[in-house]
């Protein structure tokens, strides 16, 4: 049974990082693509950065680039992101997603596997 779970969420001040881990087990994952996502209260999940475990190739949206990194570690099977100068409007649950091949994804549609989530605060 495939399962994803985050962790490395908090309450941090405007200015402050974090670096969330996104755990996957129950399957290989060494050749699929993962991202992570967030949703804040009221809004729709919205896309945030995506890796190939297959190269390396990373997309980031464009509220986060040159902000967040997206990192892999295939022989843990464990995604990160590194998020620094948070602002808050960073504050979200931030949930990560594995796809069923390794082209990257940019949309939730194109994950079938998902975490729990982790809630990110950012106060100002």
């Known amino acids: 049974q495939v399962q994803l779970v985050e962790s490395g969420g908090g309450l941090v001040q405007a200015g402050d990082s974090l670096r969330l881990s996104c755990a996957a087990s129950?399957?290989?994952?060494?050749?699929?693509?993962m991202g992570w996502f967030r949703q804040a209260p009221g809004k729709e999940r919205r896309f945030v950065a995506a890796?190939?475990?297959?190269?390396?190739?990373?997309y980031y949206a464009d509220p986060v680039k040159g902000r967040f990194t997206v990192s892999g570690d295939n022989a843990k099977n464990t995604m990160y992101l590194q998020m620094n100068s948070l602002k808050p409007e960073d504050t979200a649950v931030y949930y990560c997603?594995?796809?069923?091949?390794?082209?990257?994804?940019?949309?939730?549609?194109?994950?079938?596997?998902w975490g729990q989530g982790t809630q990110v605060t950012v106060s100002s």
């Open positions: 890796i190939t475990q297959i190269g390396g190739y990373t």
């Open positions: 997603a594995v796809r069923n091949g390794g082209r990257l994804g940019l949309t939730s549609y194109d994950y079938d596997y």
């Open positions: 129950g399957r290989d994952f060494s050749s699929h693509s």
